[in-house]
């Protein structure tokens, strides 16, 4: 079955830390650009962070860079994103695609003052 599954969301206080995981199976993970969106309430999702298959290049959005980093395992058909000095616009659903062709259900992150 092809399926992305995220996890590690939750709340977490101002300029605190979370780790997001997204497993994926049933496709040739190694072969896919794996990204992170979100989305905020009342807002269209919007790309965070990309990585390329190999993990060789990066691309993240310019209200993350710095604080967070993607990264990716392929022996574990996993792509991780570490989240530190979390403020409170980073609340949002997050969500994991593999070449924008398969998308995770996500994981609510809130950060709270």
């Known amino acids: 079955q092809v399926q992305l599954v995220e996890s590690g969301g939750g709340l977490v206080q101002l300029g605190g830390s979370l780790r997001l995981s997204c497993a994926a199976s049933?496709?040739?993970?190694?072969?896919?650009?794996m990204s992170w969106y979100r989305q905020a309430p009342g807002k269209s999702r919007e790309l965070v962070a990309a990585?390329?298959?190999?993990?060789?290049?990066?691309n993240y959005a310019d209200s993350v860079k710095g604080r967070f980093t993607i990264t990716r395992d392929n022996a574990k058909n996993t792509v991780y994103l570490q989240m530190n000095s979390l403020k409170a616009e980073d609340t949002a659903v997050y969500y994991c695609?593999?070449?924008?062709?398969?998308w995770g259900q996500g994981t609510q992150v809130t950060v709270s003052s």
């Open positions: 990585i390329t298959g190999s993990a060789s290049d990066t």
């Open positions: 049933g496709f040739a993970f190694s072969n896919y650009i």
């Open positions: 695609t593999a070449n924008h062709q398969i």
